[in-house]
């Protein structure tokens, strides 16, 4: 980090005083044969001035030829940069002015009851701790580590901060809208020890959430497999990158834990056997329970933002669908664990997404997106004295803070039982019904 944070705390949310920050971006292979200029305006959303201002200004440059004979070289300069397409061997630099948004205080989550000795220096929920490894119940609304926008405001830079860490290193992901257990290395020798642990022994390794649905969830336990993927509202790309051949083996296994017919809303035990990313959320969509606050895969309300929502649900619902026309198994409900299938699918061939009607649609979602952005910065149209960019109402939370799904349990069950752990929380209120 460039400077020390200075937090502070304002309406019931944990905010940070703007600060300098450089980026160090390594190229993205859709990134390679662009300009600069369009990466930053079409990819990452920035103004066409603002971005045409910082080449010009040397604050947004490149490193070329990194790791090879007569590198690195920097390019700086509009007139140097604003045809140059982006090679492989590229390093992005971007200097910025950071007003970080908001996330939740957190102080509701702190278990009075621990015992562990670095409680007391943290609002954080400390579960465990050894000379290696913390374990903590993380807050949902704060991501895991720094990214995108959230630097400071994330749980490893939060712990390093209370606790005086020179580093901490995540050993697994968790998703900023997600609560529930997360191990962190507190030295780089724990942290490889129980990332390698947790890559290389899932077979070992149970992980256990618990979610808040819509509908009554089937009764009986079973298995849902179908792989994962999601289009990115901001360039119409599908995520993940490698769309030509997405693994088959997404699989979770589900089974309801209480119905409230008046709600008609379901408490399912979720059981992620893969950890891909929004494995548990999109599965859930596709079953028709999607979580009951989930924002982007059951967007509720008249808002700008959940029309957009709704529309990319539109169109991932409809590349499933026509998946299914030739995985027909990826639907059903199976009573077997699958997880084990290493074979591979072609997403963009199989969900017709290149057809003209489904690039219509991802045409529309793209500049409703933009349209969306542009209105935002309108509608809180501050600039800021320092950096001359537009400030949002760091009050406003555009994220959300979280949602109904929360990590409760992490198992590891060695080969020798001395080497095993297991972590548990208690389930979040939202669980009452």
């Known amino acids: 980090m460039s400077t020390s944070p200075i937090y502070y705390f304002e309406n019931g949310l944990r905010k940070v005083k703007p600060y300098y920050f450089t980026y160090k971006t390594h190229v993205k292979s859709r990134w390679i044969g ?3 200029y369009e990466v930053f305006t ?7 001035d603002i971005t045409k201002k910082e080449i010009t200004n040397q604050i947004i440059y490149i490193l070329s030829n990194q790791g090879m004979k007569g590198g690195p070289i920097a390019i700086k300069g509009w007139e140097n940069l604003v045809e140059r397409k982006i090679q492989s061997q590229d390093l992005i630099y971007n200097s910025k002015h950071i007003h970080e948004p908001s996330v939740a205080q957190g102080l509701e989550l702190v278990k009075k009851s621990s015992k562990c000795t670095s409680q007391d220096l943290t609002d954080l929920s400390i579960i465990f701790e050894n000379d290696e490894m913390l374990v903590i119940d993380k807050p949902a609304g704060i991501p895991t580590h720094p990214k995108g926008n959230y630097r400071y405001n994330s749980i490893t830079e939060l712990v390093k901060h209370d606790l005086n860490l020179e580093n901490v290193w995540p050993c697994h992901r968790l998703d900023k809208v997600t609560s529930g257990i997360l191990i962190l290395g507190t030295t780089k020798q724990g942290s490889k020890i129980y990332s390698t642990i947790i890559n290389n022994e899932r077979d070992r390794i149970s992980k ?4 808040r649905v819509m509908g009554e969830f089937p009764k009986d336990e079973f298995v849902m497999n179908c792989p ?3 289009v990115n509202t901001s360039g119409g790309y599908i995520m993940p990158s ?15 834990l209480n119905y409230n017919k008046e709600l008609n809303q379901s408490i399912v035990l979720c059981k992620p056997i893969t950890g891909r990313m929004h494995q548990i959320r999109i599965h859930l969509r596709n079953t028709g329970h999607p979580i009951v606050n989930d924002y982007e895969y059951n967007p509720q309300g008249d808002a700008t933002r959940s029309h957009i929502q709704r529309l990319r649900n539109q169109i991932e619902l409809q590349m499933y669908e026509n998946i299914y026309l030739d995985f027909p ?16 699918v072609d997403v963009v061939r199989l969900s017709r997404v290149e057809t003209d009607e489904m690039q219509k649609k991802i045409h529309q979602l793209v500049k409703l997106r933009s349209e969306m952005v542009k209105d935002m910065k309108e509608q809180y149209n501050k600039i800021c004295d320092e950096c001359n960019r537009p400030l949002f109402d760091s009050d406003i939370n555009i994220d959300d803070g979280g949602i109904w799904l929360h990590a409760f349990r992490y198992e590891y069950s060695a080969i020798e039982s001395v080497n095993s752990f297991c972590f548990e929380t208690s389930f979040p209120s939202w669980c009452n019904i």
Not at 208 to 211: G, K, N, T
Not at 242 to 256: A, E, G, Q, Y
């Open 34 to 36: 662009k300009t600069v």
């Open 42 to 48: 079409t990819e990452l959303g920035q103004e066409h």
């Open 208 to 211: 256990q959430y618990v979610a």
């Open 228 to 230: 994962i993927f999601l």
């Open 242 to 256: 490698n769309s030509r051949n997405v693994p088959k083996n997404s699989t979770t296994i589900f089974r309801r």
């Open 329 to 344: 198994s990826f639907k059903e409900h199976q009573p077997h664990n699958v997880a084990h299938d290493e074979t591979e």
